[in-house]
């Protein structure tokens, strides 16, 4: 080899079989060529001498392909731009192209099905309509219904194991490349191979014919981006390295196969970690049905999957590949993000029919952060252009999993100017458009905390605090006058010195002293589902009596009817009639934490299902089944006292944000009304 290529390239150059060396050599740029011998002091011409000299050996002749690949993938890495406004400046279809031949695409994604004219004729509906199809043909929801009771057992016989459903805890120290190398060759892959061969012995004694597919080992380039977006860079969750499919030509097979591998696999030789029935008692989006378990053979788990003939038929008929394509896309958008890779990220937005289905807030890693914010974690002002800038902009206001917005993202890691440049405007601008709907306190309260962080950091920015400041206020805004939507709005008068919080009239009352309370003009109970709720403060707890019934907060009961919040030093209660018998509910603080800040209290009865609720701070404390009927009060609600019996008033505090509803609340109507103390 040393020998060869030390002989200078002749007239044989033209005649080698290897033609597409020559070819390639033609086309790319001399330039580029040039500079390519200059980074490797030679090593192109080096590699093109061997190619020669290899070619002159028949049996060394396939690795010119080898080395005429490497050129290409060489010469290609040199065109590649190094910041998105040189790949910007650059012919779409060029940055495409690069793509296509540089990048790795895992088995069943193909990019090109997306452009126009590709063979991605897969919509939801069709795929809903195949799926039932596939069960009806299968057996269908009579068939299912037989095997439910004994499909819920034997993923019990699986529960009650408690076994780890993940890979050995040695595999955590492993890069993916050696995981696959040892997991998917060699003694283990051949083991687990053997014990997949013996399963299929034991269906075919009980004349079964399920068929088995064992696919190669899961692709590297699949692997990794599972490993880094959905494991944090854990490879012993990487579950599914080797694979199985059971394929059954009937529901009846399809449960026996299922029984047959958990009775088998139930020892040191293999043993069944995981067993999910999305088959026989639920199923997947738009229909789609299958059993899965995990089995442990040796210190390596196996995925194996049964389904029946009808459905996997389906499947790939319907828009598997499609499905695998765009969750491959939406998958880069993040792995591009967390990696820094903005001419990456263009170039793949750069294919026809991508831009179309990317959306960056789709994928989310182990902690929930999507795209846009591992782009604020690093300060990347490319790729955040490129994620605001698509068909389906990322979410500037989108929180992970602990309710960190992008931007407090950013200024963890002191990025102050990519903050007030490339975040700020973005939210400002969108802060308008969100659903009004889907703003609640969680989302203010982020906002605030992002304010708080610069203030607390960076106390010279006076920018980012002010923004932030307004956005809060804005996003409050909304919820005051959602909440001002729920309730009813009834008049009514105060006494012992009560009165309206100024400028808040109809919102906020002051109850100075234990003598002040407010009369209603209508009561504000149950005629069917209802839901009552306030928030309240304690200015002075020192007037609280020992008798709880002495202690009002809010109340409509009288002589045998009603309902009444009440409250001790260390419990609030619920008092409620039902029948003319009053039944106390109760929520007991040991600190009595109630009585420190505001605090919201709230209860519901639901007719329908004769249940009754009470929630303190939007948490659901204590539930109770009623019989009969609820005793209607025929006075009014007070607050502060007893609408009947007017000595019972020891309440000094404030009251704000009263609801009346004749339904029940949902649960984000709930958790808004629960965050809306803060003001």
Request: hydrophobic share 40%; with cysteine; proline share 3%.
């Amino acid at each position: 080899m040393g020998c060869a290529a030390s002989k200078p390239p002749d007239s044989k150059m033209v005649a080698v079989e290897g033609a597409q060396l020559t070819a390639h050599m033609q086309s790319v740029p001399l330039q580029y060529l040039r500079a390519e011998m200059d980074r490797r002091g030679g090593g192109a011409t080096t590699a093109t001498v061997e190619a020669v000299a290899l070619a002159e050996n028949e049996q060394l002749k396939a690795q010119v392909s080898n080395l005429s690949q490497r050129l290409e993938a060489d010469s290609v890495d040199l065109l590649w731009p190094t910041t998105l406004a040189q790949a910007t400046s650059m012919p779409d279809g060029e940055m495409a192209s690069m793509f296509r031949k540089t990048e790795e695409l895992p088995d069943g994604v193909d990019l090109g099905s997306l452009a126009a004219g590709g063979d991605n004729k897969f919509t939801p509906l069709e795929a809903a309509k195949a799926y039932a199809a596939a069960l009806k043909t299968s057996g269908g929801q009579k068939k299912l219904a037989q095997y439910k009771e004994a499909a819920d057992k034997l993923v019990g016989i699986v529960t009650q194991k408690a076994l780890s459903g993940k890979q050995n805890s040695a595999w955590e120290t492993y890069s993916v490349e050696d995981f696959l190398d040892i997991t998917t060759k060699g003694p283990l892959r051949q083991y687990g191979e053997s014990q997949i061969a013996k399963y299929q012995a034991a269906l075919k004694e009980k004349k079964l014919t399920c068929k088995i597919a064992v696919p190669s080992g899961k692709a590297i380039a699949r692997s990794k981006m599972k490993v880094v977006i959905k494991y944090g860079g854990d490879t012993s969750r990487l579950v599914d390295a080797n694979r199985c499919t059971v394929e059954c030509k009937s529901i009846d097979e399809l449960f026996s196969a299922v029984e047959t591998a958990v009775g088998m696999w139930n020892d040191e030789k293999g043993v069944v970690v995981e067993l999910e029935d999305k088959f026989f008692n639920r199923c997947m989006e738009a229909g789609y049905r299958h059993v899965q378990m995990l089995v442990r053979f040796g210190a390596c788990l196996w995925e194996i999957q049964f389904n029946t003939t009808d459905f996997l038929k389906a499947k790939h008929e319907c828009g598997h590949k499609a499905y695998k394509t765009t969750r491959h896309v939406q998958e880069s958008l993040l792995l591009f993000a967390i990696s820094n890779q903005p001419v990456k990220l263009h170039a793949m937005l750069c294919m026809p029919g991508i831009r179309e289905i990317a959306d960056p807030d789709v994928v989310a890693d182990k902690n929930g952060m999507r795209a846009l914010h591992h782009a604020a974690f690093r300060g990347s002002t490319e790729s955040t252009k490129l994620l605001l800038s698509m068909p389906k902009p990322a979410d500037v206001f989108k929180m992970d999993s602990y309710a960190q917005l992008p931007i407090k993202l950013a200024m963890l890691n002191l990025h102050w100017e990519y903050a007030e440049e490339a975040l700020l405007p973005a939210m400002k601008a969108s802060a308008t458009r969100i659903p009004k709907n889907t703003i609640d306190e969680k989302l203010v309260g982020s906002v605030r905390e992002a304010r708080d962080y610069v203030r607390a950091i960076n106390p010279t920015n006076e920018t980012l605090p002010r923004a932030l400041e307004g956005l809060a206020d804005f996003f409050n805004s909304v919820i005051q006058e959602r909440l001002q939507g729920l309730s009813k709005h009834v008049g009514g008068r105060f006494s012992g010195g009560g009165e309206w919080k100024a400028g808040l009239k109809n919102k906020h009352m002051i109850l100075p002293a234990r003598e002040s309370d407010f009369e209603f003009s209508a009561a504000m109970q149950p005629k069917g589902s209802f839901s009552f709720g306030l928030h309240f403060l304690f200015s002075n707890t020192g007037t609280t009596r020992n008798a709880a019934h002495m202690n009002v907060l809010a109340s409509c009961h009288g002589n045998e009817s009603g309902w009444e919040f009440r409250y001790e030093r260390n419990k609030f209660i619920l008092m409620c009639t039902f029948n003319k018998n009053h039944t106390d509910m109760a929520f007991n603080s040991l600190d009595g934490s109630f009585m420190k800040g505001w605090h919201q209290a709230l209860w519901m009865l639901d007719a329908d299902d004769h249940m009754y609720y009470l929630y303190i701070d939007g948490k659901k404390v204590s539930k109770s089944r009623y019989s009969g009927s609820y005793s209607a009060y025929g006075g009014h609600l007070m607050v502060g006292n007893n609408p009947e019996w007017r000595d019972r008033n020891s309440f000094c505090g404030e009251v704000k944000n009263i609801l009346c509803v004749d339904r029940l609340l949902e649960d984000a109507e709930i958790t808004t009304h629960a965050l809306a103390a803060e003001d």
